[in-house]
């Protein structure tokens, strides 16, 4: 189900890559990747599933609300991420001349359809 989703993501946005939805424990609940050799999109989401969770834990400290989204941007690749509630978000993984602008909107457009259908 969520497989359609994903690939919906990657498939609509230009320099996609991957799409992950995720737990914040780590735990992938569905992924679409495209074949790549040159990285691991699967242990990227991990890794950043810790990160997300320490910049979340640092907006509670701060008192500056829920955190909704994060990006990250490296030499190569862009990770958007969209939380969706406490225990969940969707990780879209673009090459680095991606279109990251319409990553965010296809992210922030499908969050709340997604969302209902983890409850």
Request: include cysteine.
């Amino acid at each position: 189900m969520f497989t359609d989703m994903l690939s919906r993501f990657v498939e609509q946005c230009p320099g996609a890559v991957g799409a992950v939805l995720m737990g914040f424990d780590g735990i992938a609940v569905d992924q679409y990747y495209l074949p790549m050799e040159q990285i691991d999109l699967g242990m990227v989401a991990v890794e950043y599933a810790n990160v997300l969770k320490e910049i979340r834990n640092a907006a509670e400290i701060l008192k500056t609300g829920e955190l909704r989204e994060v990006s990250i941007v490296s030499a190569s690749y862009q990770v958007l991420i969209r939380t969706l509630g406490d225990e969940y978000f969707i990780g879209l993984t673009l090459k680095r001349e991606g279109n990251a602008g319409k990553g965010r909107y296809l992210l922030l457009r499908d969050a709340p359809e997604i969302q209902a259908a983890l409850a």
